[in-house]
Structure formats: C-alpha cells, structure tokens
C-alpha cells in the first residue's frame, strides 16, 4: 500500500519563499508528481521527479530523495496568485513488472495562502 | 489545442439510480485516468486505460467501472448510486507512453450530486 503524508496549510509572505514537504511510502515507485489546484478549478501539472535530485522550472523547484522517501516543492518570489492546494502524488509500480504503469496516490494537499 | 473535454459538467442523480460520465482525451493522447475528489478523501484514484485497456484500478467496488474507446474517449459508470457518490470526477489525459507517461492534463470535472 501507500501512505501519503503533507502539512495541511502554511502561510507566507508576497515575494517570500516556502517549501512544502511530502514523504510517501510506496510498494515501488513510478515517479512523483507535485499538482496545484486553485479553488473550484482543477489541479494543474507542476512537476516530475523520477530520480534523486532537484528539478527547478521557474520560481518553481522540485526535489526528491527515494532512499528517504521523500519530496520537496520550493515555490520563489511568492505572488498572490500562488494562493492554491498543492498537491503531491506518487505512481506505484505494479508488481513483478517493470513498466510505468501504476495506482497513482495523492496527498491531502497543502493549502497556501499568501499575504500581502 | 483543446484540452480534456468532461461532460457533462454538472449532474444530479437519485440514490439506486446509475451514470455515466464522458472525458475527451487531448488529441493524440491515449491514456486517460479517472479520479474522484471529495473535501473528505480528497483525489483519489479510480482507474486507468490505455489502448482501450485498463492498465490499473484504486480501490473502489465494482459498481464503478468504466471503457476506452478506440478514438481514445473514455466513459466511466457508477451503478446503484450512494449519497457518498456525490463528488467531483476529474479525469486527466497523457500520451501514456514510456518516458512520455509523466505529464497528465485534467478536465474540469463532473460534478455529481446524489440525492
């Protein structure tokens, strides 16, 4: 099975930097996947991350480490419209073979808000 | 380009009764994905089709199911509805294949009320 685990919200400031965190527990792993959803819309992609290392588009960055289980989305230069769920989601893999395709899981999300 | 066409948008449905749901991939993508999201679980995953295959399947009953047709369009069905049905069905497109099964693209959802 899987288990998913993100903090639920966090608050900062227009034009500051914050990092939300995921740590997930996978039977296999296909790849994790940072999603961002804004209230009433659906989740748009952000990033991929198959292997260790950090993978930076724009403000937005991703890491990850699968010894430790474990993932990072650093969002820059904070801007109101950055005000949204971020979701982070994990692709299994299906047992005894060796394709990309598996269940994906995702967390709860975490909820930023930014202030002025 | 169009994107992930849902249909319809909003639906309501008596308890018992059964839907169906439609998703138009993005043009020349072939995997299609179904997920539900409710404020209580939030997006959870329901299946997976590729090459009108089902590649995968979460941990739901039977009573959801779903098919891919040859253009690449999926429908999926919920029989017998339960007020616990009641949610946003997002379904998301992706070219499916290899290093290319990375990036999905979803819809604006269904949003289905069980009455």
């Known amino acids: 099975g899987q288990n998913i685990d993100q903090p639920t919200e966090m608050t900062a400031t227009e034009g500051a930097i914050v990092q939300i965190n995921c740590t997930y527990q996978?039977?296999?792993?296909?790849?994790l996947f940072w999603y961002q959803q804004h209230a009433g819309e659906a989740p748009t992609f952000l990033s991929y991350n198959v292997l260790d290392g950090l993978e930076e588009k724009g403000r937005f960055s991703s890491f990850l480490s699968r010894s430790k289980g474990y993932s990072y989305l650093l969002l820059k230069e904070l801007q109101m419209k950055d005000s949204a769920s971020y979701l982070c989601a994990v692709r299994d893999r299906r047992p005894m073979t060796t394709d990309s395709w598996g269940k994906f899981q995702f967390g709860a999300g975490t909820q930023v808000v930014v202030t002025p | 380009k169009a994107g992930v066409t849902q249909t319809p948008r909003y639906l309501i449905k008596t308890r018992g009764q059964q839907v169906t749901l439609s998703c138009s991939p993005i043009?020349?993508?072939?995997?299609v994905s179904w997920y539900q999201q409710t404020p209580g679980q939030g997006l959870q995953f329901l299946f997976e089709?590729?090459?009108?295959?089902?590649?995968n399947k979460g941990n739901f009953p039977g009573r959801f199911s779903g098919r891919q047709f040859s253009n690449s369009r999926s429908e999926m069905n919920v029989s017998t509805l339960e007020l616990g049905d009641s949610a946003l069905y997002l379904c998301?497109?992706?070219f499916g294949q290899g290093a290319r099964n990375t990036e999905a693209f979803f819809g604006q959802g269904t949003r289905l009320t069980v009455v």
């Open positions: 996978t039977s296999g792993f296909n790849g």
């Open positions: 089709y590729f090459s009108e295959t089902q590649r």
């Open positions: 043009s020349g993508h072939r995997s």
């Open positions: 998301a497109s992706s």
